[in-house]
């Protein structure tokens, strides 16, 4: 289990971390710390705080999925019941399947500052 997802209600319920993040960045860019020019871009699972065992079928679920052509997926008749948010996802086709999130950073490469950031469902297309 990670910090983040231990602490996730603190950082939901307060946009201070995001405005002492805008605040700190700003600073770093006013001191010529930023490059962006020269930059990296970087995404990890961040595992969910949710166990396997918490997804059941949903009460309602969608008449048509989020497949190709409408085929329904887990994602669509089964949720957490802990963390709701959470999608079952494995990185690569030998990799266990757990509940996720995925965390995306630009990193300016000069100093290794963070410049962006943000967590999206885990997902093919949120890569």
Known sequence: M?????????VDAGRDIAEIF???????SQAG????????????LIEAWA????FMEKKDPPQ????????????????SKTDPEA??????????IKPNYLGHVVTENKNGLIM???LTEAGRKAE
């Open 33 to 44: 710390l930023l490059d962006d020019k020269h930059f990296s871009v970087d995404g990890s």
């Open 64 to 79: 048509r999925g989020t497949g190709a052509r409408g085929r329904k997926l887990l994602r669509d008749t089964h949720e």
């Open 2 to 10: 990670t910090v983040f997802t231990k602490n996730r209600d603190l």
């Open 87 to 96: 999608r079952l996802y494995k990185k690569s086709l030998t990799g266990p």
């Open 116 to 118: 962006e950031s943000c």
């Open 22 to 28: 805008s605040e700190g960045r700003e600073q770093a």
């Open 51 to 54: 166990n396997r065992d918490s």
